[in-house]
């Protein structure tokens, strides 16, 4: 079936470091990919998409890139801020009317300063 | 514009006792989610619901758990009986379509049975 699969973590920096989180995924079709970011005593928000191969969701600094050929959509920031602190989830969804997300099982991120 | 809003935002009840979580979705959105949160299993889907309908519910653990729409600007999830396992973090979210529209969620609901 459709999987998500993240690096585990906890993911520890330093502020201003360089940030990758790893997402692969497993589905047929074409499914749009997510990043969602959940600060601490708060529901997930949604921090960037890609609908297709080759797009790049971005937002607050962050980046990734829908690769088909590698089935991968790792998240970036060139350089993280103590307030990035946060579980970050990759999530994909096949497009279909009446589907839900399919949620990878987060990656805990902390910066220091 | 209001968010996901969902009440009580912490429960604390005994084994064996009613729990009802309750949601409102953001207004317009036709799809509602139900999550359950744990270190454990991660985030889990329970069931959602399109214009009222439920959907997709084989994420329900047990008989125990049931969920409801009764109009398109409510909707619970009810515990009965509850026991301590079922100690987690619910989420609601609702989306103005499903597949490739985003979520919108709730803070969540943290609940323990002691």
């Known amino acids: 079936g459709d999987s998500v699969t993240q690096m585990e973590g906890p993911v520890t920096l330093s502020e201003e470091a360089f940030l990758t989180i790893n997402c692969t995924y497993t589905?047929?079709?074409?499914?749009?990919l997510f990043w969602y970011v959940q600060y601490p005593g708060e529901g997930l928000q949604l921090l960037l998409k890609?609908?297709?191969?080759?797009d790049k969701g971005s937002n607050k600094g962050f980046e990734a890139t829908y690769r088909k050929e590698t089935t991968s959509f790792h998240l970036e920031k060139g350089s993280v801020q103590v307030s990035d602190s946060a579980v970050y989830f990759c999530?994909?969804?096949?497009?279909?009317?009446?589907?839900?997300?399919?949620f990878g099982k987060g990656t805990t991120l902390s910066v220091s300063s | 514009d209001a968010g996901v809003i969902q009440s009580p935002r912490h429960e604390v009840t005994e084994m064996g006792q009613e729990v009802t979580l309750r949601c409102k979705p953001i207004?317009?959105?036709?799809?509602l989610f139900w999550y359950r949160q744990t270190m454990m299993r991660g985030l889990e889907l329970l069931i959602y619901?399109?214009?009222?309908?439920?959907?997709?519910d084989s994420g329900m653990p047990e008989d125990r758990f049931s969920a409801k729409m009764p109009n398109a600007s409510f909707s619970t999830l009810k515990i009965q009986p509850s026991e301590p396992r079922d100690s987690a973090v619910y989420f609601c979210?609702?989306?103005?379509?499903?597949?490739?529209?985003?979520?919108?969620f709730g803070d969540g609901t943290r609940l323990s049975i002691l």
């Open positions: 589905a047929t079709g074409y499914p749009s």
């Open positions: 619901f399109n214009n009222n309908v439920p959907i997709d």
């Open positions: 979210a609702s989306s103005p379509g499903g597949g490739r529209q985003p979520q919108h």
């Open positions: 890609a609908t297709k191969a080759d």
């Open positions: 207004s317009g959105h036709d799809y």
């Open positions: 999530a994909l969804s096949k497009g279909q009317a009446g589907t839900a997300l399919i």
